[in-house]
């Protein structure tokens, strides 16, 4: 069976080498040239553990190869970023871009199927848009010129890529049943979670249902932390005491919501239904002003030095990870030395080896290394919670003003 993944991204990149790991032969297509070269010599162009043994394993194989042109094959996997517009509405641009180019190399009989995360009905529009361009294969279904359209969302946490793609339970969604079954039986080369089948809309309402679920619960976790900050109240005490009860489980406050799915897929559901989705919208609301509340914070500390030096420790947009996407971290760091000129701004980022653009340009930042900026600094801003962060010995915070987004020093 060979299979082609369009996009060789956080998603795609996995999800091609597990594909090839199972004993299907896998092309990725990517528009980055230098990722190309990069999988093509069996390295990966993103952190992500134990990702580059298995692509190194398979490219050596001759199992996985990367190229720029989209090839015929039996079944091809979309995992293109979609973004979203200024009007919070996702903006299909990659997914028709990879419909453009996978067009022309149908031949009939091939499944199609979709795993970035999707609006409602955009499965359907992906499906009409390539048939659109392919008249002659409008089969019906079971004919073998007919073509087979499904969305099966990737559900995998950054960080834990490589055991969540194989473990979790996964949802398969057809266009049409016999699309479900076909999408079903490749899945089922390398998952070994159950493979759940529905329909494409409740399968791409379900996706984002989750990391729905997930923005409101931390939501309330922040508002929980702005509550206590005005009460005087420890909120991470008061989290692990309340979490003794035997049916709550309240998450983690942090410095906002970051990353390209929990930031962003909450709005997918906001735009389709934007009257009803009251609490969807309103956590999506509390968590981006989480930023400015913890911005406020640290330039009251900072007020109190003439010239202050703020190290700020972390700006991925979570622990253990290089990626910056959405960070809120970030954010916070750029309006902190955009806002406060005479402060000087000392960046520890351990996944990285330089300033990042928004950041790169600003005299007043440097790139630090974690013990001498923090010895160097009058504040130290907590942000991330990167198991180097929480190795540190609590005395080398001693003497310092310190703002602990994460709860790191608790
Ligand atoms: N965060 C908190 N407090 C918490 C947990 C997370 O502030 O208690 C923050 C993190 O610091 C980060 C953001 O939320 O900024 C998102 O992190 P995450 O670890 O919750 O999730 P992601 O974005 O890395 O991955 C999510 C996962 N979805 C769910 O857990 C429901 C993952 O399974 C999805 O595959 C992924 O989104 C995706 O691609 O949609």
Not at 13 to 19: K, M, N, R, Y
Not at 28 to 50: C, L, M, Q, S, T
Request: negative net charge; glycine residues 6%; proline residues 6%.
């Amino acid at each position: 069976h060979t299979v082609c993944v369009v996009g060789l991204g956080y998603i795609g990149l996995p999800t091609a080498a597990v594909l090839a790991a199972n004993g299907n032969d896998v092309v990725g297509v990517d528009v980055n040239p230098r990722h190309v070269d990069e999988i093509n010599a069996g390295r990966v162009p993103f952190v992500e553990p134990d990702l580059e043994s298995v692509v190194a394993g398979v490219v050596s194989q001759g199992r996985l190869r990367a190229q720029a042109e989209v090839p015929h094959a039996d079944s091809y996997i979309v995992a293109v970023p979609t973004p979203f517009t200024e009007s919070y509405d996702v903006d299909p641009k990659y997914i028709f871009a990879a419909s453009d180019a996978i067009a022309p190399q149908l031949e009939g009989g091939e499944l199609i199927i979709l795993e970035s995360t999707s609006p409602p009905g955009l499965t359907e529009r992906m499906a009409d848009y390539i048939l659109k361009a392919r008249p002659d294969l409008t089969g019906a279904a079971g004919k073998p010129n007919s073509l087979y359209f499904a969305h099966c969302p990737e559900r995998v946490l950054p960080g834990r890529i490589m055991i969540e793609i194989a473990d979790n339970d996964r949802i398969i969604g057809g266009v049409t049943p016999e699309a479900a079954m076909m999408a079903r039986d490749l899945y089922a080369t390398f998952c070994r979670g159950d493979l759940l089948v529905t329909d494409a809309r409740t399968a791409e309402m379900a996706k984002l249902t989750e990391n729905s679920f997930r923005d409101v619960n931390i939501a309330f976790a922040n508002e929980l932390s702005i509550i206590c900050d005005r009460l005087g109240i420890d909120v991470w005490e008061l989290i692990a005491l309340a979490n003794h009860h035997p049916r709550v489980n309240i998450l983690q406050p942090g410095p906002g919501v970051g990353g390209h799915c929990i930031a962003v897929d909450p709005w997918f559901i906001v735009a389709a239904a934007p009257e009803e989705a009251k609490l969807v919208r309103l956590a999506r609301e509390v968590n981006d002003g989480k930023p400015e509340f913890v911005l406020e914070k640290v330039m009251a500390k900072a007020a109190k030095f003439r010239e202050p030096v703020i190290a700020a420790l972390g700006i991925a947009f979570k622990a253990d990870i290089d990626d910056l996407r959405e960070s809120p971290s970030k954010t916070i760091v750029e309006r902190l030395a955009a806002d406060m000129g005479h402060a000087r701004v000392l960046v520890v980022e351990p996944n990285i080896d330089t300033l990042p653009a928004g950041l790169d340009d600003l005299s007043n930042v440097e790139l630090a290394e974690t013990e001498d900026a923090i010895s160097r600094a009058d504040v130290v801003l907590i942000l991330v919670d990167h198991q180097r962060f929480r190795s540190l010995d609590a005395t080398v915070f001693q003497g310092k003003a310190v703002v602990d987004t994460k709860g790191l020093l608790k």
